[in-house]
């Protein structure tokens, strides 16, 4: 069993960064693929970003490459989303989640454990 919690959210400008962290209860916690995932109002929940159980895989979303970085310490089972750059449209609900999958491109339905969400607010 793996509890998540989200935290870092906030109101940011554009163009300003913010670092999201998902920290996990669970002792197994270091084995599992974690992924991020938002959700604006009135749209569905889009995949930003993922990463293996040993930091060495990573995927991120066609919207958020080149500016968003994901990261992990599984000493600390915590995982970051480093976002930089940050645009209006990036303004929703992040949501972290884990995954038994081993490999890291899979798909919403593959995520057995979510957290409650952070709100990412990016005014222009």
């Known amino acids: 069993q793996v509890q998540l919690v989200e935290s870092g959210g906030g109101l940011v400008q554009a163009g300003g960064s913010l670092r999201l962290s998902c920290a996990a209860s669970g002792r197994t916690f270091s084995t599992y693929v974690v992924g991020w995932f938002r959700q604006a109002p009135g749209k569905e929940r889009e995949h930003v970003a993922a990463?293996?159980?040993?930091?060495?895989?990573?995927y991120y979303g066609n919207s958020v490459k080149g500016r968003f970085t994901i990261s992990r310490d599984n000493a600390k089972n915590t995982v970051y989303l480093q976002m930089n750059s940050l645009k209006p449209e990036d303004t929703a609900v992040y949501y972290c989640?884990?995954?038994?999958?081993?490999?890291?491109?899979?798909?919403?339905?593959?995520?057995?454990?979510w957290g409650q969400g952070t709100q990412v607010t990016v005014s222009s």
């Open positions: 990463i293996s159980w040993s930091g060495g895989s990573t």
């Open positions: 989640a884990a995954s038994t999958s081993s490999i890291v491109v899979v798909p919403k339905s593959r995520y057995g454990y």
